[in-house]
Nanobody
Framework: QVQLEESGGGLVQPGGSLRLSCAAS????????MGWYRQAPEKERELVAV???????NFADGVKGRFTLSRNSVKGMVYLQMNDLKPEDTAVYYC?????????WGQGTQVTVSS
């Protein structure tokens, strides 16, 4: 399995930007899917963006055109660049990795978009 550590969350005004980073350690060569989910208060955890088997990232409809996902597979890193942030993007963001049919999660990092 892998251990995941997020960084880069914080408070930002609407229209601002943040970059989240996730560092994987452990069995990173067996990661098949890696990316980000988020959970807002009183809501279900939802996909934000992930790299899957095909290599191209998949994005939630609500973040397309505003968020980009990049990675360094050799180092086990994935990055989420978030631009034009909106109050509805406020949530705890979790790094996710699938390894050998098991889901792995980071501790989460808070992103708050507010004026």
């Amino acid at each position: 399995q892998v251990q995941l550590e997020e960084s880069g969350g914080g408070l930002v005004q609407p229209g601002g930007s943040l970059r989240l980073s996730c560092a994987a350690s452990g069995n990173i060569r067996s990661i098949t899917t890696m990316g980000w989910y988020r959970q807002a208060p009183e809501k279900e955890r939802e996909l934000v963006a992930v790299f899957g088997w095909g290599g191209n990232p998949n994005f939630a409809d609500g973040v397309k055109g505003r968020f980009t996902l990049s990675r360094n597979s050799v180092k086990g890193m994935v990055y989420l660049q978030m631009n034009d942030l909106k109050p509805e993007d406020t949530a705890v963001y979790y790094c996710y990795a699938r390894v050998e049919s098991r889901d792995n999660w980071g501790q989460g990092t808070q992103v708050t978009v507010s004026s």
